[in-house]
């Protein structure tokens, strides 16, 4: 999940004074009180901006045809096909970005938009099952007979229910910051807030209006940018010395600082990918269904090699569930535990060993 983005939507639009305390967006919250139009009456250029936006994306994409619907994919790569899926807030563009490193490893991407983001109509598949279905169309559709997947978040639901409905399609499945509720998880906590906030249709505009001012953000103030998004996907005890020495590593490592802008953009615009968003978080069953399908023996009987990357300090998943449950559960799964980062294990000085260890394991198992 992108509580970022949460934390953006709620400074600029809504008065929560908990959350506008902890922001670093502080400044702009006062700009609000002192003049609560001065937002507003930026709204006309907002829309511009977001028709904008989308004529950005739908430049870079193509819309498959399928049985089950519209698909929104992009394909960038030679070699064997690895399907990547986004987690929530994303797009095929934060696919991409899941698999990116894997393109010059010899392997073809296939970035796609799950279900309610961007160009791919939710009708396509809300369950995690029905959008491991829908993928499979897309495979049909594009000739692709077999492939891998790569799943982040909330995407790793689908990642995962592809392997195990589609053993003969599916050759590898890795799992990037399972989605599941995070150990610190509380009744009126983070999750429900982001509930309600999204399924407010009074707020799409003014979200819209705090989406633009991330991607700006993103653009132009790479500290702000990394204070927001790298302080607030890792758990309330994760120790301050190592968010500040990943936040040092980020900003100071030219390839790390890149995708990190490129990935904050990717939140954006907020009503292009609202159904998805909401349809991932819409009750605690959307996010973390693992427990149930431990108890119907669905991992249990999966057959397709499984690789799980899984943070220790996770803010948006839970370590201890995919350690104690969920691994163990799935015949010969490797889990890679990662220390020094968060939810967003791309970012923070682990990365390359782990992006390694992802490679090394797609190409053992590759057809």
């Given at each position: 999940?992108?509580?970022?983005?949460?934390?953006?939507?709620a400074v600029?639009?809504?008065?929560?004074?908990?959350?506008?305390?902890?922001?670093?967006?502080?400044?702009?919250?006062?700009?609000?009180?002192?003049?609560?139009?001065?937002?507003?009456?930026?709204?006309?250029?907002?829309?511009?901006?977001?028709?904008?936006?989308?004529?950005?994306?739908?430049?870079?994409?193509?819309?498959?045809?399928?049985?089950?619907?519209?698909?929104?994919?992009?394909?960038?790569?030679?070699?064997?096909?690895?399907?990547?899926?986004?987690?929530?807030?994303?797009?095929?563009?934060?696919?991409?970005?899941?698999?990116?490193?894997?393109?010059?490893?010899?392997?073809?991407?296939?970035?796609?938009?799950?279900?309610?983001?961007?160009?791919?109509?939710?009708?396509?598949?809300?369950?995690?099952?029905?959008?491991?279905?829908?993928?499979?169309?897309?495979?049909?559709?594009?000739?692709?007979?077999?492939a891998a997947?790569?799943?982040?978040?909330?995407?790793?639901?689908?990642?995962?229910?592809?392997?195990?409905?589609?053993?003969?399609?599916?050759?590898?499945?890795?799992?990037?910051?399972?989605?599941?509720?995070?150990?610190?998880?509380?009744?009126?906590?983070?999750?429900?807030?982001?509930?309600?906030?999204?399924a407010d249709?009074?707020?799409?505009?003014?979200?819209?209006?705090?989406?633009?001012?991330?991607?700006?953000?993103?653009?132009?103030?790479?500290?702000?940018?990394?204070?927001?998004?790298?302080?607030?996907?890792?758990?309330?005890?994760?120790?301050?010395?190592?968010?500040?020495?990943?936040?040092?590593?980020?900003?100071?490592?030219?390839?790390?600082?890149?995708?990190?802008?490129?990935?904050?953009?990717?939140?954006?615009?907020?009503?292009?990918?609202?159904?998805?968003?909401?349809?991932?978080?819409?009750?605690?069953?959307?996010?973390?269904?693992?427990?149930?399908?431990?108890?119907?023996?669905?991992?249990?009987?999966?057959?397709?090699?499984?690789?799980?990357?899984?943070?220790?300090?996770?803010?948006?998943?839970?370590?201890?569930?995919?350690?104690?449950?969920?691994?163990?559960?799935?015949?010969?799964?490797?889990?890679?535990?990662?220390?020094?980062?968060?939810?967003?294990?791309?970012?923070?000085?682990?990365?390359?060993?782990?992006?390694?260890?992802?490679?090394?394991?797609?190409?053992?198992?590759?057809?």
């Amino acid at each position: 999940m992108k509580k970022s983005l949460l934390l953006v939507l709620a400074v600029v639009a809504m008065p929560w004074p908990n959350l506008q305390a902890e922001s670093p967006l502080a400044p702009f919250v006062e700009l609000h009180k002192k003049n609560p139009t001065i937002y507003a009456n930026r709204s006309r250029l907002v829309r511009a901006w977001v028709l904008s936006r989308k004529l950005e994306l739908d430049a870079q994409s193509k819309v498959a045809r399928t049985v089950a619907g519209p698909i929104e994919y992009k394909i960038r790569g030679k070699g064997p096909a690895v399907i990547c899926l986004h987690g929530a807030f994303g797009g095929y563009d934060a696919s991409f970005q899941l698999g990116e490193s894997l393109v010059s490893k010899g392997f073809t991407v296939v970035a796609v938009s799950r279900p309610g983001y961007l160009r791919t109509p939710l009708s396509v598949g809300q369950s995690p099952e029905e959008q491991a279905d829908a993928m499979i169309a897309l495979m049909d559709r594009l000739g692709i007979e077999q492939a891998a997947v790569v799943g982040f978040s909330a995407g790793s639901l689908t990642a995962f229910q592809m392997a195990a409905k589609f053993p003969d399609r599916i050759w590898a499945c890795v799992l990037q910051g399972v989605g599941a509720l995070p150990a610190d998880f509380e009744p009126g906590g983070t999750y429900e807030i982001l509930r309600a906030l999204v399924a407010d249709d009074g707020l799409v505009v003014p979200f819209d209006l705090a989406s633009w001012f991330l991607y700006e953000t993103a653009r132009n103030a790479p500290k702000l940018t990394a204070n927001l998004i790298l302080s607030d996907d890792v758990l309330t005890g994760f120790p301050a010395s190592e968010l500040t020495q990943r936040i040092r590593y980020v900003l100071q490592t030219p390839q790390q600082s890149a995708f990190l802008k490129q990935f904050a953009i990717t939140l954006t615009p907020y009503s292009l990918r609202r159904a998805g968003d909401f349809n991932d978080i819409k009750d605690d069953i959307s996010i973390d269904p693992w427990q149930s399908w431990v108890d119907a023996g669905i991992p249990q009987a999966v057959t397709v090699p499984v690789q799980i990357i899984q943070a220790v300090w996770d803010g948006s998943g839970n370590y201890e569930e995919v350690r104690n449950l969920i691994a163990p559960n799935i015949p010969g799964c490797e889990l890679v535990p990662l220390q020094g980062c968060g939810h967003f294990v791309w970012l923070g000085k682990n990365t390359y060993t782990w992006e390694k260890k992802m490679q090394a394991f797609l190409k053992k198992h590759q057809p």
